[in-house]
């Protein structure tokens, strides 16, 4: 049972055996926030090698760590654990990430002779405890607790890649750099030495079938978690197809939810709403369900296919009136029959060929007033289930009413409601949701009509929700009055969010050691802390704009630290890649804007000195990683400057980029080669961010400002291809990733309006392509661009590369251009939407990800972006990291 003081404290259970083996020594014991680290005297961490995993449940953890203690103290080795029961059931959770699932205790020998005493002596003392199996592991014997891998011992190997990341890092005995891969399969890289002698590698799989218990044919993995695997199966006695579900022993409630779920399909069968189920089993000590398979869509996935070939990226009206009926309709069936759903989304309906609605994934389901473990589906729990978290919450109707509103929502805007919670003094929750549903509603006629319902359905106070009669009559017509929407954030509102976001980003700096902002991590990764996508360099970048805007002393003092940090961060690194947004080349370019705006000469000729530096040839030729990136901010340079070395650095980038061309019969393109250590090897794009656009814009750019036709003929040439490739749907216009023949699988859709990949990026580019030749076919592809990044605003997250962010900066481009008032209208919507789902702190409007996480404070991951979008929009200027030569005027100069 956890201590709910201490979390279950385990670190007490090293004292007696520090006592009794380690006298009169002192080893050095260290707890932080997760792990305790135990290290004996004189200890000096090897850089990589073979390493032990001890698992453990919460039930066993204090024995196994008492005795693998015992042998760890007496061996005089290095280890760490988790430091209390909550950390354990952390780690034996079914949402935990699969990598690291089961690591109760990780034990770093001194070398390999003492691993496999090690393991050995381990094995032993821990037999017989529970654990579950660690997946990225080996077991060191069938079923036993004590697992290896060979990995690194510190994150000091970690390494700068060529993707602008750094990532945990081996080396190989030839002396050359191999990724330390943390997957959730053992995967010991092929110059490991084996750890026991003549050991040898499990056989690998014949590329044959996989049966399970000599009856299920899996087919298809649907999804893995650490709870086990989905999967789609053919079940060999029917003929029929199953969905086959998987919970892995040792694994928090994995076992039990299964057994519900199980229990409820057989309760439910008579309703004819749910998968029938096809048998309960286990196989090799992992529990399985098979059920029917139903065909359809999940009412996630259908809503996204079905706004896929339309202009307002929503389903059709009546088809969402219709979907909304039945699905009032399954929710309340499934109440007459005496039971509450609990985990109603989007993901969890399916909606078959003929438009009847199913439920699936019913392990939550139990009957009113039953006690439950609170279900946190993001933006569809209620919010007094959300109170409960860590506590026993009550089954309750009224919690289904709200999730069935946020279905709605959903269903009506693609829109997922996720309402973090506020600092103190919070907001009232209905005035959050109404803010949220009024901002869609403008140009949603489907939203507008269903809005007293959703927002009936979501009250904050459970007890004031409508009944689903009232809903039932609410979608016959009888709905009530439905509030105003919001059609565009004012410009007060929009200088307050402005104030508010660069306020946070200057309190949040923590400049005495380590990243400025807190990093980004995805996955093995950590985004470079000094470049533009995600770190500081973009965010410089913008807080210097905001200065010579604002001349505010604390945003300038914020400036100066920022500088001095990214000067300092930018000679740390050896290695410089010359990426505009992954790379250097944007962050040197930030710290002399920056250094022009505090009147530093000194740090200004630092920043020219490193952009001196940054080498110019690389096979990435794009825009955010590679050669046209670089060269724009050459080019910047040389016009800020005059330096002649700029410009015929400038001029290298561009001769480059003509050399690496291919040009096929209709088109020119720039493949990224094979075989480099790059997720972006071998794609070939159109979009802005790694393709055509970017570097087409670059050379449009360079051409005229140093003399050269052929790179603006060249332009011209890419210009009249990406016209022929685009997709117009209605009054928009979309573009597929790349050629047919070489866009990877898992690519985005081809339609996506992104800056990186789609419609904001490249509508910019022939923005500028119309500015310079005045061709009508190239303004009206920026146009439909930019109706079609209106239309899906709500599609789409607050950011710079993938969201609302970027999109608007194509908006204030028209707008710059052709002085139409509509553009900066339309500017004002995203800013609207960037700002409907805000959050409190610090007495601050914060925006956060769509998900409800925490934004990054870089600029196109997160408020750096969002920050120079508002201050264009409110303030005009150029357009950050662009080789523009003109610039958006005030808006408030124009009298708005």
Known sequence: MLNSANGGDLTGRLSGPLAEITAPERWKIRAESFWCYVEPPGFSRRLQGWKIHVSATTESAPTVLENAAEVLLRRRA?????????????????????????????????????FRVLVEELHGAVAGQAGPAILSDRPYCPGSLVHYRYGGFTDALSRLDDDGSYVPALVAPDGTWAEDRREARFTPPPWAPPPFPGMTSPPARDGGPVFIADRFQVDEAIRHSNRGGVYRATDRRSGHRVILKEARPHISDAHA???????????????????????????QHHLFLAEEEIPGRSLRKWVEQESQGTEIRRPRPADVRAVAARLVDLVALVHRSGLVLRDLSPGNVVVTPDGTLRLV????????????????????TAPEQIAARGSSAVASRTADLYSLGACLLYLCARVDLVLTADDDPVRVADERMELLVRTAMHGNDPLRRLAPVIL????????????????????????????????????????????????HTAERMTPGGGP?????????????????????????????????????????????TASAWLCAELEREPRVLPGLFFGRSGSAWALYEAARVLGDDGLAERALAYARRIPLRWYIPDYTHGTAGAGVAQLALWQATGDPEFRARAQLCGDRLMETCERRADEVVWPIPEGFASKLAGLTHYGFAHGVAGIATFLLSAGHALGRADYVEMAETCGTALYARAERVGEAVRWPVGPKDATRAGAPEPDTAWWCNGSGGIGAFFARLWRTTGDARFLSMAEMAATAVRNERWVLGPDHC?????????????????????????AAEHAARIHSGHVRANGRKVIRAADGRDLPFSYNLGLGGIIGFLLRLRHGGRRWFMPDEFALRPPHAEGR
Request: charge should be negative; aromatic fraction near 6%.
């Open 78 to 114: 290095c280890f760490k654990f988790a430091k209390g029961l909550e950390q354990v059931a952390e780690l034996t959770s079914m949402r935990f990430p699969r990598s690291g699932g089961g690591k109760f205790i990780t034990v770093y020998p001194d070398d390999d002779e003492h």
């Open 257 to 283: 939810r299964l057994r519900h779920e199980a229990d409820m399909l057989d309760l439910m069968e008579p309703l004819g709403v749910t998968p029938r189920k096809v048998t309960l089993f286990e196989y």
């Open 802 to 826: 993938h969201g609302n962010a970027g999109n608007g900066e194509l908006l204030l481009d028209l707008a710059g251009l052709l002085g139409e008032e509509r553009y900066l209208t339309w």
């Open 516 to 560: 400025l902002w807190p990093p980004v991590r995805h996955e093995n990764r950590t985004g470079d802390a000094a470049g533009v996508h995600a770190g500081a360099g973009g965010v410089i970048m913008v807080l210097a704009g905001a200065v010579r805007v604002f001349d505010d002393q604390r945003h300038r003092h914020a400036l100066a």
């Open 361 to 380: 994934d019913v392990e939550f389901v139990t009957r009113p007033g039953s006690p439950a473990t609170p279900v946190m589906t993001p933006g569809y």
């Open 456 to 503: 009936g359905l979501t009250a904050a106070e459970p007890g004031a929700r409508w009944g689903l009669d009232r809903v039932r009559a609410a979608l016959r017509g009888d709905r009530g009055a439905a509030p105003e929407p919001i059609a565009a954030l004012t410009p007060d509102e929009q200088d307050g969010l402005l104030r508010d976001l660069l306020d």
